[in-house]
């Protein structure tokens, strides 16, 4: 896993829609951070932070973002991901009600 700094992220992240755009998926977490790579609690509480991952099938990639930047980070992350949801594919219900249907008889 490649920790990169935020903007570094959301480039390497516009590249990975990218890259997915015609077949494949991108996995987003994001998670509270609280500082500690190893499973022993910190000594001091430290500021709240947070862990963002991206994942596809060939890479993945991850940033922390501090309290003091999220505004800006959280306005370019949205920014990001309304421009490259265009590709969703809309879910096809009809199979599933005559499935249902077949199951009912």
């Known amino acids: 896993m490649v920790l990169l700094d935020n903007d570094g992220f959301l480039l390497a992240l516009t590249k990975m829609f990218q890259n997915n755009r015609s077949a494949g998926s991108v996995i987003l977490t ?20 947070c862990l963002l991952r991206a994942s ?8 922390i973002v501090s309290n003091k930047e999220v505004t800006k980070f959280q306005m370019s992350y949205a920014t990001l991901l309304r421009g490259n949801m ?3 594919k809309k ?8 499935d249902r249907k077949r199951k009912d008889m």
Do not use: W
């Not at 879910?91 to 005559?98: I, N, P, Q, T």
């Open 30 to 49: 994001l998670k509270k951070y609280d500082g500690r790579t190893t499973r022993k609690a910190p000594a001091t509480p430290t500021d709240n932070l």
């Open 56 to 63: 596809d099938s060939k890479k993945k990639l991850s940033t």
């Open 86 to 88: 265009d590709a969703l």
């Open 91 to 98: 879910h096809d219900k009809s199979k599933e009600r005559k």
